[in-house]
């Protein structure tokens, strides 16, 4: 079955470090998608990227990087000179797919606190 | 344009009652799913409307159950409330995998 672990349960840092959030996969699906959700304390989700199983390209936008690794089964998230409004819980999720329809499988998600 | 726009935001009900939530979709996605947020659980999926049918369903007791309008607006009941289903649930609209799933702010269920 699809599973996505999210080892950090929380990570504090000083503002303007980096930091790393890591997320790990199992599945038995040769196509699926992995994202990275944002949830702050209002509580919606805010959506930060999608990738498909056949792009393996990392991706940068802005402070934020994502790296891919089928090899690994990785999909890690790295946030540059963090910023306190970056404080929330982010969450890494894997489709899991059955006839047309696919739903999320969330990882436990990573508490991150930045301090000023 | 709109986003995901869940009713009502907030409820508190009294155990053994049954609740309604409300999901409008962002104009044009056709599917609809439902997630339950607990802090001992996490995020787990409920079902998922397309076009007026159940397409999917996660692992939860008959209690929890769903429909889907031709506008594809989405209502989920939950009947005969126990103190366990108290939770944030979170709905998301789709127009395409490929696109991606984007939420709206959810319903903080509370049962006393």
């Known amino acids: 079955a699809q599973k996505v672990t999210q080892a950090q349960t929380e990570i504090s840092v000083v503002e303007k470090e980096d930091v790393t959030l890591d997320c790990v996969y199992e599945?038995?699906?040769?196509?699926?998608?992995l994202f990275w959700y944002k949830q702050p304390p209002s509580g919606e989700l805010v959506f930060l990227i999608r990738r498909n199983s056949f792009d393996e390209q990392n991706e940068i936008s802005g402070r934020y990087s994502w790296n891919f690794q089928k090899s690994t089964s990785s999909f890690n998230f790295t946030i540059t000179a963090s910023q306190v409004v970056d404080s929330a819980v982010y969450f890494c999720?894997?489709?899991?797919?059955?006839?047309?329809?696919?739903?999320?499988?969330f990882g436990s998600g990573t508490r991150l606190l930045v301090r000023p | 344009k709109a986003g995901v726009t869940q009713t009502p935001r907030y409820l508190i009900k009294t155990r053994g009652q049954q609740v309604t939530l409300s999901c409008s979709p962002i104009?044009?996605?056709?599917?609809v799913s439902w997630y339950q947020q607990t802090p001992g659980q996490g995020l787990q999926f409920l079902f998922e409307?397309?076009?007026?049918?159940?397409?999917n369903k996660g692992n939860f007791p008959g209690r929890f159950s769903g429909r889907q309008f031709s506008n594809s607006r989405s209502e989920m009941n939950v009947s005969t409330l126990e103190l366990g289903d108290s939770a944030l649930y979170l709905c998301a609209s789709s127009l395409d995998l490929v696109l991606g799933y984007t939420f709206g702010s959810g319903t903080r269920l509370t049962v006393v």
């Open positions: 999720a894997l489709t899991e797919g059955r006839d047309s329809s696919y739903k999320l499988i």
């Open positions: 409307y397309f076009s007026e049918t159940q397409r």
């Open positions: 104009s044009g996605h056709r599917s």
């Open positions: 599945t038995r699906d040769t196509t699926y998608y």
